[in-house]
């Protein structure tokens, strides 16, 4: 079975410093991954998502991951945050080919960018 | 704008009454999903359905919980006899094509009191 641990339940960064939030994720087969943010009261919005090619993937608001196999981890990077990014993160990892109850979620980290 | 509505967005009910959420995505024939959100916790997967074919139910889903997608297009899941435990915020995605992303609605958040 799938699992997603994001181990820090807290991220606090400056604002226009870069931001990290990390992402381990365990499948048997090969994963596909994704980032989504949520908003209070709001439901999740899709960020980003891995399925193959360049480990490095682009999204939206200037977010970007890194998939790293070796480590099987799949951590949320920006070069600048912003006050506005301050929201929750879920990582979530889906087993390739299989739907339902595969698309698990972690438990969330929260972000907050300080003025 | 992902596309998928939700309605209520929030409900407020006794203990012992029965509840029903519908979810409206932006086209039919693709996969809609129901997921359970509590504070500060990622969502846990309900139910699917493809198509008007519900394909799989979590063991959250006891028998007080059912859900339809009657011709493939909207989705209801009813609640009966509600629990304060069921005091939550449901969220309803769609997801069109092969492991694609997912489009979640803005959630109905349900209060048992």
């Known amino acids: 079975a799938q699992s997603v641990a994001q181990p820090e339940d807290q991220v606090n960064v400056a604002e226009g410093n870069p931001l990290t939030v990390k992402c381990t994720y365990s499948?048997?087969?090969?994963?596909?991954l994704f980032w989504y943010v949520q908003y209070p009261n709001r439901g999740l919005q899709f960020l980003l998502k891995?399925?193959?090619?360049?480990?490095l993937v682009k999204g939206s608001y200037g977010f970007e991951a890194e998939f790293n196999k070796s480590q099987t981890s799949f951590h949320l990077k920006k070069p600048s945050a912003l006050v506005s990014d301050s929201a929750l993160y879920f990582c979530?990892?889906?087993?390739?080919?299989?739907?339902?109850?595969?698309?698990?979620f972690g438990p969330g980290t929260r972000l907050s960018v300080l003025p | 704008d992902t596309g998928v509505s939700q309605n209520p967005r929030h409900k407020i009910t006794k203990r012992g009454q029965n509840v029903t959420f519908r979810c409206d995505p932006i086209?039919?024939?693709?996969?809609l999903y129901w997921y359970r959100q509590t504070l500060g916790q990622g969502p846990e997967f309900l139910t699917y359905?493809?198509?008007?074919?519900?394909?799989?139910k979590s063991r959250l889903l006891s028998d007080r919980f059912s859900a339809e997608r009657p011709k493939g297009s909207f989705s209801t899941l009813e609640i009966q006899r509600t629990e304060q435990g069921d005091s939550a915020m449901y969220l309803c995605a769609h997801e069109r094509g092969i492991n694609n992303e997912q489009f979640f609605g803005p959630g109905t958040r349900l209060t048992v009191l």
């Open positions: 891995y399925i193959t090619g360049d480990n």
């Open positions: 086209s039919e024939h693709n996969r």
């Open positions: 499948v048997s087969g090969n994963p596909y």
């Open positions: 979530a990892v889906r087993d390739i080919g299989n739907y339902g109850q595969n698309f698990v």
């Open positions: 359905f493809q198509n008007e074919a519900q394909l799989e």
